[in-house]
């Protein structure tokens, strides 16, 4: 059974995640140096989260299809997506075995991994929010 019932709540726990990484200074600081735009490409249910800091001074999030372009773009399941934020995956061998296939300059978006690593009790929080309103 998939972590998540379908897309809207995917995007609900999403959402939820981005609102409160972007209120985090230090982690999102880190990524809006980056300037990247990442597209996380999700199935089982299928999604599109698209995380723009290119403009080095805001982190814009869009949830399903949108005409920013991304600079790199991460496909995976969802259920890997959920396992990634909960601090269980390691996202190189994730590539290497092609759980995440990826576009564009990866090793740009790898470099960003300990910048989200505080993220990960953050989308404990989240999760746990969520069970205790189901």
Known sequence: ??????????Y???DELWKRIIVDKDISQRLLTSKLVVRF?????EGLVTIDGSDG????????????????????KSDFAHSFWMGRENVP?????G????????????????????AFSIYN?????????A
């Not at 998939?2 to 995917?10: G, N, R, S, W, Y």
């Not at 999030?61 to 496909?75: F, W």
């Open 125 to 133: 929080k989240v999760i746990e929010d969520f069970e205790r309103v």
């Open 12 to 14: 609900k726990v999403m």
């Open 93 to 97: 061998m994730a590539l290497m075995q």
């Open 41 to 45: 490409v999700y199935r089982d249910p």
């Open 99 to 118: 759980k995440i296939v990826s576009a564009g300059p990866v090793q740009r978006a790898l470099a960003l991994l300990p910048a989200v690593r505080p």
């Open 57 to 76: 001074q805001t982190i814009k999030v869009t949830l399903a299809q949108c005409d920013t372009r991304p600079i790199v773009e991460m496909r995976m």
């Open 1 to 10: 059974m998939p972590v998540f019932a379908d897309t809207e709540a995917l």
